[in-house]
Structure formats: C-alpha cells, structure tokens
C-alpha cells in the first residue's frame, strides 16, 4: 500500500484533473441537455427533430467514438485546439443526450393540467417551460440526474487516454508502467480516488432530493 | 447496351486502381530477414528454462506489434523487425525454428505483467534496462543502444533540440508510461505534454499540428520517419542512453546467461549484422556494435 502513500502529490493532481474534467464536463451538459430537453417538447417541429436528432446520435454512439472524432476527427477537419477541451467537450456532449432525457422524463411527470393552466393566464411556451413545468419537472428526476453524473464521472477515466492525461486513472498508467509499481496496489489507489469524487457526489444528491423532492 | 458495360469496367479499373493504390502508401514491408541455422543439437541441463523450451518445442516472445523496424506485424500476421530477428536468433539457439516461435504482442504498460504471470518466456520489445524494472524482472544484454530523441515537420527550425521545446512552446507527444515520457518532463511542462496509447496517434497528432514534436527512441521514430512519406524529419540529438535489454522472469540466470552468450556470439559469426541489415539497417545503414553486457543476476 506503500505505493500510494509515496506518491500521494501525483494521486492529488490526478484526482484534481479528473475533478476539473467533471466540473466544466457536468456543467456544460447540464445546460446542453436542458436546453436540448427544452427542443425536444417544444412546439416547432425543427427544433424537435434538432432535439431528437442530438439525442439519437449522441445516446447511441459510444464514448470512445465521439472522444476520437473529437481528438482525431476535429484536427484532420483542420480545427486544433488543446486535447482538454476536445476531451471535456466530448464528455459533455455524449452526457447531454442522457442529460435531456432524463429532464424529458421529468417534464412528461409534470401533470399537463400545469402547463394548461400557465397557457390559460396567457404565458408563452418559453414562459411556461421555464417557471412552470422545468422547475417542477427537475425536483423529480433529481436521482436519476444523480446516475448520469456519477456514470458521467467514471466515465472521464475514457477521457484521459485521448490526450488529456494526468487525470486519475492516467496516474496509475504512469505508476505502473514508467515507473513499474505493481498494478494491484495501484489501481486500489485508483478506484479510491475515483470514490473520493462519487461517494461524496451520491451523498450530496441524496440530500439535495430529500430537500427539493415534491410529493405527487 | 456495349456502352454501359464498357462504362462499368472503366468504373471497377478505377476503383481497383484506387484501392491498389491506398493499400500500397503505408506498407514498410521487412521481408526475408535473417536466415539463421537453427541449433537441433543443442544440449541443456536438465530443468533449466532452456531445457524446458526445447522440450516444449515452442517459445512465447513478447514484443511489439506496431513500431516499424524493431517489430511491426504486417498482413501476413508475423511481426518483423530487429527485436524480432533478435528473438529468432535466440530461439534459433534453443533449437527452435521461426515457425515454433508464438508472437505475443507486448506493449510498453504490460511488459512487467506479462513476464511475472508466465504469459511469455522472453520478452524483446525495445524494453529499456532500468533499475526499478530490475525490481520485478531481469534483464538479458543489452543487445543495443539506443538514445532519445524528437521528430518534427520537415519544415520546423525552431526546434532544434530538446532545450528549445520550453522557448518555442512546442507541444511534445509521447506514450503513456514510457521511460522517454518520463525523461521528456525535465524539457516540457506538464501542459504541454501530451500522452496516447501508441506511436501511430503521436503521428497523427503532429501531422494535424496538434502537437509540434514527437519524442521517443531514435530508431522508433526512424521509423515513423520512414512511414511518413517526407512530412516528418528527426532532430538527430541523442539526449539520453537506452540500453534495450531483453526481459526474463526474474532471477533466472542460467537463461540469461545463455541469452548474452548467444548475442556475443551472434555479433562474433555476423548474425547480429544480418539482423539489423534486415531491420532497421534499412534506415540506418551503419550496424551498431554490441554494447557490453551487463552482468546477469
């Protein structure tokens, strides 16, 4: 076990790339997918099928070939950029589509009687999403918002082999190869850096729907 | 009715045309290589390793699949390099023949593990001797010295050594977990270094100016040099010493022993010469002499 007390600094700033990639990765898939939740009901059948589109190709791509167009793919199209980006932009592209879904979900939970009476006080449709049914649409998708964000935090490991590096799991790759640490000891550090990050993040939505969830 | 067949022949010459074409760019093909006389008489103690290959009839080498010129496996499945013909002298020597050799492909991460589960005999895999290495495996050789160096655009001047990566703020690639990844560290802050699985990506990634240099032993990139048609040009100044070593469960000395006695001699009868002419003397004509070896333990 010595291994991961000797190395404890380089444990450190892999768990805080990794947090840095999950940050700026969550953050914008939140917006991303709400946004794309928001085309998916809205009533111009453009921006619906923007909507689902997004949804489609990016729920059923896998991760590693959304993060290799983006590294590989982007730079060929003769668009350089820093291989952080490429990697957090993916992360949250390929989120956001299970990000909408589960906002959607939540807006089909939201009795129609709501949005009804918004439209009957004379409320737009962005008016009415946004104070009426988006606020009570995410009270009840706050645990399997949770799921995608700790699926989203495991996933970053995937992010750190397209460039990022030094990010958690690229820590353990340098221990055990460059420096030829056992891989066990190793990956233990590993796993509990990442548990650092998701035990933490589950207990805090756990609190967080105890004190937003409405009954129904 | 002529006129529309004529019409599809042109289109399907084309097309085979194209293909043909496509398949002939990256293709670095080693062929032949060395013809050494295998060793049938070869006599060893009983129980020692090379006893028990001998009598198993086939030899597990770990090495690697995709760096021209040490080993890189073509269409025909069989790696061909200068690690390879290595392993085939070797083998030749234990009285095993080419076709009783298994190919067990070995990169840079998992070479410890591969050698500590039993899952290859020896490995040959541009495998730099270090003395953390030497903590949980041993080391065979070195049979040749290599050194670090960059690859660059054939255009760029502005690098001209590993001290002017820091001055231009030139992004450097490398591969995860290698000693070269390590090294390149003193030259390059961690920002600016970027790290993939395999070469080829480094490659790709200086090609589309995503990073400006590319760092690793010098025949490795002579390589890649090789493969990229001109776009690419080496630095040529050898910053580090890379003794390649061939890697064996640990503590087996008898087999080490019996690996440098076959390497000495291999340089002696002019196998050794051979092996690199076949390899990577394609790109650098001149045969390096045997380093000394290193004593076994």
Same mark, same amino acid.
């Given at each position: 076990m010595h291994v991961i007390t000797d190395n404890l600094p380089l444990y450190l700033n892999g768990l805080l790339r990794t947090l840095q990639i999950c940050l700026y990765a969550g953050v914008l898939a939140m917006v991303l997918g709400t946004v794309i939740a928001a085309f998916r009901v809205a009533p111009l059948p453009p921006l619906r099928a923007t909507g689902t589109s997004w949804v489609t190709v990016f729920r059923n791509c896998p991760l590693t070939v959304v993060l290799f167009f983006m590294a590989f793919g982007l730079p060929e199209l003769g668009l350089n950029g820093s291989y952080f980006w490429f990697g957090t932009i993916g992360l949250a592209l390929y989120t956001s589509a299970f990000v909408c879904e589960a906002i959607r979900s939540g807006i089909n939970a939201v009795p129609p009687g709501q949005a009804e009476a918004a439209r009957a006080i004379g409320l737009g449709f962005g008016q009415t999403l946004g104070l009426v049914v988006l606020p009570q649409a995410v009270r009840t998708v706050v645990p399997p918002l949770g799921n995608v964000i700790i699926a989203m935090i495991k996933n970053s490991?995937?992010? &750190?082999?397209? &460039?990022?590096? &030094?990010?958690l799991f690229a820590v353990g790759d340098t221990l055990t190869s460059?420096?030829?640490?056992?891989?066990l000891p190793v990956l233990i550090g590993v796993v509990l850096g990442y548990l650092v990050i998701t035990i933490p993040a589950g207990l805090l939505l756990g609190v967080l729907e105890r004190k937003v969830a409405i009954a129904r | 009715m002529r006129a529309r067949s004529m019409r599809w022949g042109v289109l399907v010459a084309s097309a085979a045309l194209v293909l043909t074409a496509c398949g002939g760019g990256g293709g670095n093909q080693l062929a032949g290589g060395t013809d050494v006389p295998v060793d049938t008489n070869a006599e060893f103690a009983p129980g020692s390793t090379m006893a028990n290959l001998k009598q198993a009839g086939k030899i597990r080498i770990g090495t690697k699949f995709? @760096? #021209?010129?040490?080993g890189l496996k073509g269409l025909d499945g069989t790696p061909q390099g200068f690690d390879v013909e290595i392993g085939k002298i070797v083998a030749a020597k234990l009285g095993? /023949?080419?076709? @009783?050799i298994e190919w067990v492909e070995a990169p840079s991460k998992t070479r410890e593990e591969k050698i500590e589960q039993d899952l290859v005999d020896m490995v040959v895999a541009t495998y730099t001797i270090n003395d953390k290495r030497k903590e949980r495996i041993s080391f065979a050789g070195p049979y040749y010295e290599a050194g670090q160096d960059l690859m660059v655009k /054939?255009?760029?001047?502005?690098?001209?050594? #590993?001290?002017?990566l820091r001055a231009s703020g030139a992004k450097v690639c490398s591969v995860t977990g290698s000693t070269p990844a390590e090294e390149i560290k003193k030259f390059v802050d961690p920002q600016n270094l970027t790290l993939f699985d395999v070469y080829s990506k480094c490659s790709d990634a200086l090609r589309t100016g995503q990073v400006q240099a590319v760092t690793t032993d010098n025949v490795i990139l002579m390589g890649l040099v090789e493969n990229s048609g001109g776009q690419f040009k080496l630095v040529?100044?050898?910053f580090t010493s890379e003794p390649y070593g061939i890697g064996i469960k640990k503590g087996d000395v008898p087999f080490c022993q019996f690996i440098d006695d076959t390497l000495t001699k291999a340089a002696g009868d002019g196998t050794y010469e051979k092996a690199w002419q076949a390899s990577a003397g394609k790109v650098s004509p001149e045969t390096p002499p045997l380093p000394q070896l290193d004593p076994c333990s």
């Open positions: 490991a995937i992010v &750190g082999a397209f &460039g990022v590096g &030094g990010d460059a420096r030829g640490e056992a891989v | 995709d @760096q #021209p010129l040490f095993l /023949s080419p076709e @009783q /054939s255009d760029n001047a502005e690098i001209t050594g #590993p001290e002017s040529d100044k050898q």
